[in-house]
């Protein structure tokens, strides 16, 4: 069955640190992709990032980057220069091999709480 | 206009009442899809719909009904509801099915 697991439910940084918030999956799938996305307290999901299984390169999008380790089946998110604004919650989310029936849906994981500090 | 919206933001119904909550896309998207958000369970979801058809149906109870007349328009229709359908209902929606979501803000639905 798929799994995504994010081990750390709150995380605190400092303005302007780096910081890594883990997630973790489990599929049987050769083909999938994972998400990240962020839910500010105002509650709408904003999409960050996106690696597919068969991407060479780690997905970046600007202060975000996803650290893809396929063998270990990691998909950690990367934030650099943390903003006061970055402070929400952060969810990560796998989509299986579209044509593998039920293993279309999109999984979510718990989320993690992110508190960027002055 | 905002990329996705959804009226009511917010929705307190009693447990014999028939509601409706809708969502609105402005991005030209194909898919829908409505997710139910409660505290400390993994967001689910609940419909998707592609091309205005509807693709999944995971297990959701018959008090919820969905409706897509058109790939910009989604609604949820509620009856009967129960105290545990009190959540988050979130709309997204999507340029190819289960691709990147673009969220709506959510109704914070209570049924009492």
């Known amino acids: 069955a798929q799994k995504i697991t994010q081990t750390q439910p709150g995380m605190f940084v400092q303005e302007k640190e780096a910081v890594t918030l883990d997630c973790t999956y489990d599929t049987s799938d050769q083909s999938y992709g994972l998400f990240w996305y962020k839910q500010p307290s105002s509650g709408e999901m904003i999409f960050l990032i996106y690696q597919g299984s068969y991407d060479e390169q780690n997905a970046t999008e600007g202060r975000y980057s996803l650290n893809f380790q396929k063998a270990r089946k990691s998909a950690n998110l990367v934030i650099s220069a943390s903003q006061l604004g970055d402070s929400a919650m952060y969810f990560c989310a796998m989509r299986g091999n579209y044509n593998a029936g039920n293993n279309r849906k999109l999984i979510w994981g718990l989320g993690t709480s992110l508190a960027v500090n002055p | 206009e905002t990329g996705v919206t959804q009226t009511p933001r917010h929705l307190v119904m009693g447990m014999t009442n028939k509601k409706s909550l809708k969502c609105e896309q402005h991005?030209?998207?194909?898919?829908m899809y409505w997710y139910k958000q409660s505290a400390k369970k993994p967001l689910e979801l609940m419909f998707v719909?592609?091309?205005?058809?509807?693709?999944e149906n995971n297990s959701v109870p018959s008090r919820f009904s969905p409706e897509c007349p058109n790939s910009s328009h989604l609604f949820l229709h509620l009856h009967t509801l129960q105290p545990e359908d009190s959540a988050l209902y979130l709309c997204a929606s999507s340029q190819e099915l289960l691709g990147e979501q673009y969220f709506g803000p959510g109704t914070r639905l209570t049924v009492t």
């Open positions: 719909y592609n091309f205005k058809e509807q693709t």
């Open positions: 991005l030209g998207h194909n898919a």
